[in-house]
């Protein structure tokens, strides 16, 4: 089934999503990857300030290529979540909820995503000429000395996904 | 044109145009994918295709590490010193010049401190027949790399043996690599020729063997499927080579490419020494 994702979500519309369902996403997606990952939970075991609201928003894993002249972005796909997977439970127990990416999750993320009624979407991987179309800005949020790993935030429209774990936990497979 | 510019010019046109063969193998997976999501995965893949080249940017933001085979031919006129400040310059370039996404870092344990310029490339040099120098070149994504990797079975194990070991790490790769994916395989010398056979592999010429098509066969029955979500293409072509080994070994290495198989190749009739 096809179905809409508006971010910041609301729980209506992130509890109407099942697994196998094709998501379009629209509005504000941060991204953050490996070493993303390793920093906010280092930030959360610490009890330092985060760098953005986990309440309500959504966390892509993704590390483009530079833009050419005319651009927002460069290419802008999905990178494999498993990566992710040692870090992800402590940030849904802060509150995150919403992930994208691309591949399977461990077990532990599974169960992580029931008990806090998140949502793990895949993005077709290899796509980023796809997803650049999607993306209408980007904002610089933090470590800016990570490159093409930054915390940036993005403006995104009808970005393609697909569910793999539903907020009843659930699994595509 | 100078032979860092020939390079150049085709590492900017391999992370955005696919080799025609893999680009008609991606279509032709489209037209026959017998399951629902995994037709709904090619679709985005074959959308992209045409984005990346209608923008003219690249397929994948991992526009991935430089991989090059230099084949030199044993009669070939060459300085050697002058090709590889070619290769290097030539990447080099086509990174800055090509929108290359800067991948690569200096100390892979501690600071993972950037290179910012997608150096070094990863360069082998091999001697070949005849008077020609051919560098081939693999756009080394890492989601893909990361599946890739080496089994040391016992001697006996024979074809059974390297077919279960394939299939074993292709399980254990799944919906991760971004199939429907391109296989490499070495089979026999060392661990680490083995290895490298994998990825010169992808550049084999000729048609498919038949333990190639048995193996690519058994793959697609894995149903993992095109972004893992199902079908029966997971991968899409498996070419392979092979050596001699030890009595007591038969090494079976696998590098797993995505479904963008970036490749480039510059031949140099005659060799180089300008």
Same mark, same amino acid.
């Given at each position: 089934?096809?179905?809409?994702?508006?971010?910041?979500?609301?729980?209506?519309?992130?509890?109407?999503?099942?697994?196998?369902?094709?998501?379009?996403?629209?509005?504000?997606?941060?991204?953050?990857?490996?070493?993303?990952?390793?920093?906010?939970?280092?930030?959360?075991?610490?009890?330092?300030?985060?760098?953005?609201?986990?309440?309500?928003?959504?966390?892509?894993?993704?590390?483009?290529?530079?833009?050419?002249?005319?651009?927002?972005?460069?290419?802008?796909?999905?990178?494999?979540?498993?990566?992710?997977?040692?870090?992800?439970?402590?940030?849904?127990?802060?509150?995150?909820?919403?992930?994208?990416?691309?591949?399977?999750?461990?077990?532990?993320?599974?169960?992580?995503?029931?008990?806090?009624?998140?949502?793990?979407?895949?993005?077709?991987?290899?796509?980023?000429?796809?997803?650049?179309?999607?993306?209408?800005?980007?904002?610089?949020?933090?470590? /800016?000395?990570?490159?093409?790993?930054?915390?940036?935030?993005?403006?995104?429209?009808?970005?393609?996904?697909?569910?793999?774990?539903?907020?009843?936990?659930?699994?595509?497979? | 044109?100078?032979?860092?510019?020939?390079?150049?010019?085709?590492?900017?046109?391999?992370?955005?145009?696919?080799?025609?063969?893999?680009?008609?193998?991606?279509?032709?997976?489209?037209?026959?994918?017998?399951?629902?999501?995994?037709?709904?995965?090619?679709?985005?893949?074959?959308?992209?295709?045409?984005?990346?080249?209608?923008?003219?940017?690249?397929?994948?933001?991992?526009?991935?590490?430089?991989?090059?085979?230099?084949?030199?031919?044993?009669?070939?006129?060459?300085?050697?010193?002058?090709?590889?400040?070619?290769?290097?310059?030539?990447?080099?370039?086509?990174?800055?010049?090509?929108?290359?996404?800067?991948?690569?870092?200096?100390?892979?344990?501690?600071?993972?401190?950037?290179?910012?310029?997608?150096?070094? =490339?990863?360069?082998?040099?091999?001697?070949?027949?005849?008077?020609?120098?051919?560098?081939?070149?693999?756009?080394?994504?890492?989601?893909?790399?990361?599946?890739?990797?080496?089994?040391?079975?016992?001697?006996?194990?024979?074809?059974?043996?390297?077919?279960?070991?394939?299939?074993?790490?292709?399980?254990?790769?799944?919906?991760? =690599?971004?199939?429907?994916?391109?296989?490499?395989?070495?089979?026999?010398?060392?661990?680490?020729?083995?290895?490298?056979?994998?990825?010169?592999?992808?550049?084999?010429?000729?048609?498919?063997?038949?333990?190639?098509?048995?193996?690519?066969?058994?793959?697609?029955?894995?149903?993992?499927? /095109?972004?893992?979500?199902?079908?029966?293409?997971?991968?899409?072509?498996?070419?392979?080579?092979?050596? =001699?080994?030890?009595?007591?070994?038969?090494?079976?290495?696998?590098?797993?490419?995505?479904?963008?198989?970036?490749?480039?190749?510059?031949?140099?009739?005659?060799?180089?020494?300008?």
């Amino acid at each position: 089934m096809s179905r809409v994702l508006h971010l910041p979500f609301c729980e209506q519309e992130l509890s109407s999503i099942n697994c196998g369902d094709e998501v379009l996403i629209s509005g504000i997606l941060y991204v953050g990857r490996d070493q993303v990952h390793k920093r906010l939970f280092e930030a959360i075991v610490s009890g330092a300030e985060l760098p953005f609201d986990f309440n309500g928003n959504a966390i892509y894993y993704m590390g483009p290529s530079p833009a050419p002249e005319g651009f927002a972005i460069g290419s802008a796909g999905p990178t494999t979540s498993a990566r992710m997977d040692p870090f992800s439970p402590l940030l849904l127990k802060h509150g995150l909820r919403v992930m994208v990416g691309k591949g399977p999750r461990s077990k532990d993320v599974v169960d992580a995503v029931k008990e806090y009624r998140g949502l793990y979407l895949q993005a077709y991987g290899g796509c980023g000429a796809l997803y650049c179309s999607t993306i209408k800005s980007v904002e610089s949020i933090a470590y /800016p000395e990570l490159g093409p790993e930054a915390l940036i935030k993005l403006e995104v429209e009808n970005f393609p996904a697909f569910c793999i774990i539903d907020s009843r936990g659930n699994s595509f497979r | 044109m100078k032979l860092e510019k020939l390079i150049e010019d085709a590492l900017i046109k391999a992370i955005r145009i696919l080799p025609e063969d893999v680009e008609k193998a991606i279509r032709k997976a489209e037209k026959s994918e017998s399951s629902e999501f995994g037709r709904i995965a090619l679709k985005a893949i074959v959308d992209n295709i045409d984005i990346a080249r209608e923008k003219n940017i690249p397929l994948c933001q991992d526009t991935g590490m430089f991989w090059c085979l230099a084949e030199i031919g044993r009669d070939a006129r060459v300085n050697l010193k002058k090709l590889e400040a070619s290769i290097i310059k030539g990447a080099k370039s086509a990174a800055l010049n090509g929108y290359y996404r800067k991948s690569v870092v200096e100390d892979p344990i501690y600071d993972r401190k950037n290179t910012e310029t997608n150096l070094p =490339p990863i360069i082998s040099y091999c001697l070949t027949e005849g008077d020609n120098i051919t560098l081939s070149f693999l756009l080394k994504g890492f989601g893909s790399e990361n599946c890739s990797s080496v089994r040391m079975l016992n001697p006996t194990a024979g074809e059974e043996g390297v077919i279960n070991a394939v299939v074993d790490m292709m399980k254990a790769a799944g919906g991760k =690599p971004c199939p429907p994916c391109f296989i490499g395989l070495g089979i026999g010398g060392t661990m680490d020729r083995a290895a490298f056979l994998s990825k010169k592999a992808f550049f084999r010429k000729g048609r498919e063997s038949e333990l190639e098509k048995k193996i690519k066969d058994r793959l697609n029955t894995l149903n993992i499927g /095109p972004g893992g979500l199902g079908g029966e293409n997971t991968v899409l072509s498996v070419q392979m080579l092979t050596e =001699p080994t030890h009595i007591a070994g038969l090494p079976v290495a696998m590098t797993v490419n995505c479904w963008a198989d970036r490749k480039a190749q510059v031949v140099i009739l005659g060799g180089y020494d300008e």
